[in-house]
T-cell receptor
Framework: TQLLEQSPQFLSIQEGENLTVYCNSS?????LQWYRQEPGEGPVLLVTVVTGGEVKKLKRLTFQFGDARKDSSLHITAAQPGDTGLYLCAGGIETGNQFYFGTGTSLTVIP | GAGVSQSPRYKVTKRGQDVALRCDPISGHVSLYWYRQALGQGPEFLTYFNYEAQQDKSGLPNDRFSAERPEGSISTLTIQRTEQRDSAMYRC????????????FGPGTRLTVT
């Protein structure tokens, strides 16, 4: 069961454009993580958000955790070809012992 | 230092055979996770351990799947009487302490059941 739905599933944009990826759930998460995965590799952590409403910036990437801790977003400014990859949100719900990954957003940035 | 390692990297087996997939986590990491991942999709949680204790196994698809971590370090995911639908990438990850910590992933084992 995947509790975290991501949108869009696929995104192809030109270099220099901005984009936002959404991660939504009906469950409350104690924290949410964003990972990036390149072909043939395992996911690599980008950031963890813990507090409802929290905003974190990592260079051109901005992450936000929803006030109710049920959703999150990732915004990329001036996308570059090196941003290409599969972006995954992930987290553990407050009332369980499982860890869930989102459905994934496959981003392609065209030079 | 060494990262998470998994073996074998590729496994082809015939339907009905048992397979054992091994995960060697980062030394000192308390938590170890098993996932199954389809191409282009997010990893599907199977189970995880803190030390040698299995915390949750409700993600295991059925009773043909089992996992152990007897000494709190290396873990083995066993699939009995394999079926073609078991074909997938199986990934292991470890974290220093707990389910909200950063997880470090291994290279995965690509299982193909013919």
């Amino acid at each position: 069961t995947q509790l975290l739905e991501q949108s869009p599933q696929f995104l192809s944009i030109q270099e220099g454009e901005n984009l936002t990826v959404y991660c939504n759930s009906s469950s409350v998460f104690s924290s949410l993580q964003w990972y990036r995965q390149e072909p043939g590799e395992g996911p690599v952590l980008l950031v963890t958000v813990v507090t409802g409403g929290e905003v974190k910036k990592l260079k051109r990437l901005t992450f936000q955790f929803g006030d109710a801790r049920k959703d999150s977003s990732l915004h990329i400014t001036a996308a570059q070809p090196g941003d290409t990859g599969l972006y995954l949100c992930a987290g553990g719900i407050e009332t369980g012992n499982q860890f869930y990954f989102g459905t994934g957003t496959s981003l392609t940035v065209i030079p | 230092g060494a990262g998470v390692s998994q073996s074998p990297r590729y496994k082809v087996t015939k339907r009905g055979q048992d397979v054992a997939l091994r995960c060697d986590p980062i030394s000192g990491h308390v938590s170890l996770y098993w996932y199954r991942q389809a191409l282009g999709q997010g990893p599907e949680f199977l189970t995880y351990f803190n030390y040698e204790a299995q915390q949750d196994k409700s993600g295991l698809p059925n009773d043909r799947f089992s996992a152990e971590r007897p000494e709190g370090s290396i873990s083995t995911l066993t699939i009995q009487r394999t079926e073609q639908r078991d074909s997938a990438m199986y990934r292991c990850a470890s974290s220093l302490d707990g389910i909200s910590d950063e997880q470090y992933f291994g290279p995965g084992t690509r299982l193909t059941v013919t």
